[in-house]
């Protein structure tokens, strides 16, 4: 891997993705490609005043060793943020996100992630709340809004009245899930009014995603990047200026796999279900190879760890380049 001539070094995120994103995700990724510059967890909430025991492989010190990791929390209310800041304090975490995003009507109904956007005076009590009891760093991820863009124009003066550490904002509404058209003029809007550092997420998939956007804010410097990375881990390389030669690049793929499936083995309660975990890792990893819907195919048949490592050799062998 040798570096070009671009020395104008972003910030790079990797994304909380719920069920790919994982603390094993991390580590292994952490590991084989060293270009990200922080990790955020997947998403944590409360259930019946505690956290889901579910939740606690993914905070454990243990299992974020990489400079930079920050945990998410999902709340409804004040007393639910401030238990979830405790919770991670006490696992030594100095600085928590705040999501304001998920878009997914059993957490929206529920008056949380996106669902709060329409309703700027509930996250400012929240944060004031936040504020006043914990010692913490708190960042914001959020879109522009539930229903409406228009959400995110009464919510940007509750955010600047807090000192946050900065402002993830992903330009869609709820409604649009993950697909369709990127706001930019919200990502504008939010340019213009915020008082905190704004970090862009959403679908930089590529080198040439990630300079159009470069074109139009040229001060962003921070990148949030999700699915681009799922897809092609060499994307932070690749936007860092750093080339790799094919052979390489195989290599590393076939590391990063190779320590996936070990890893899976090692934490999950029995092979079965290591191999479900490594066929959706399959779902974004297929786009490293050609006819990318055929080797998930050849991926999701196998019904047995032998049947996996052949399909698995035979789409190293026949389907990079
Ligand atoms: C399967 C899936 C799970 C996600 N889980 C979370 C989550 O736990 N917390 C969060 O803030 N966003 C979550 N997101 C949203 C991503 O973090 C990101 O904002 C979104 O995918 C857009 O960025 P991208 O186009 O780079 O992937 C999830 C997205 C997907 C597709």
């Known amino acids: ?31 084989v490609f060293q270009l ?47 238990f979830l800041a405790e919770y991670l304090a006490d696992f030594g975490y100095t600085e928590i996100n705040l999501n304001l995003g998920c878009p997914y009507p059993m957490v929206t109904k529920r008056g949380m992630g996106a669902g709060l ?22 960042s914001v991820k959020m879109r522009a809004g539930l229903v409406l863009p228009a959400e995110m124009e009464k919510v940007i003066p509750v955010l600047n009245q807090f000192p946050l550490t900065e402002v993830i904002l992903h330009p869609r509404i709820a409604k ?10 919200v990502f504008q809007r939010a340019y213009s009014n915020l008082q905190h550092r704004l970090v862009y997420n959403g679908d930089v998939n590529t080198v040439e995603t990630y300079s159009n956007i470069l074109l139009k804010f040229q001060q962003t410097n921070h990148f949030m990047l999700g699915r681009g990375i799922l897809m092609n881990p060499f994307l932070p390389a690749e936007i860092k200026g750093f080339v790799l030669g094919e052979a390489e690049k195989k290599e590393k793929l076939a590391e990063f796999h190779k320590r996936m499936l070990e890893e899976y083995l090692a934490v999950m309660d029995n092979p079965g279900n290591a191999l479900n975990k490594m066929k959706q890792f399959w779902v974004y990893f297929c786009r490293n190879f050609s006819e990318p819907e055929k080797c998930l195919k050849k991926i999701e048949k196998s019904g047995t760890l032998t049947k996996y ?5 035979t789409i190293f062998r026949d389907h990079f380049n």
């Not at 956007?117 to 708190?138: D, Q, R, T, V, Y």
Request: hydrophobic share 40%; aromatic share 10%.
């Open 117 to 138: 956007l329409p309703h700027p005076g509930k996250i400012e009590k929240i944060l004031a709340a936040f504020f006043k009891e914990s010692p913490l760093n708190l």
């Open 36 to 82: 990200v510059d922080a990790f955020f967890i997947p998403y944590i909430s409360v259930k019946n005043h505690e956290v889901l025991k579910k939740y606690r492989k993914e905070i454990l010190p243990e299992n974020n060793p990489q400079n930079r990791v920050v945990p998410q929390v999902l709340a409804a209310d004040p007393d639910e943020m401030v």
């Open 176 to 185: 649009q899930l993950y697909e369709g058209e990127i706001i930019e003029s």
């Open 309 to 313: 490592h052949i399909a698995v050799t």
């Open 1 to 31: 891997m040798h570096k070009t001539e671009n020395s104008n070094q972003p910030v790079l995120y990797l994304a909380p993705l719920q069920g790919f994103t994982d603390f094993v995700y991390r580590k292994v990724y952490s590991e």
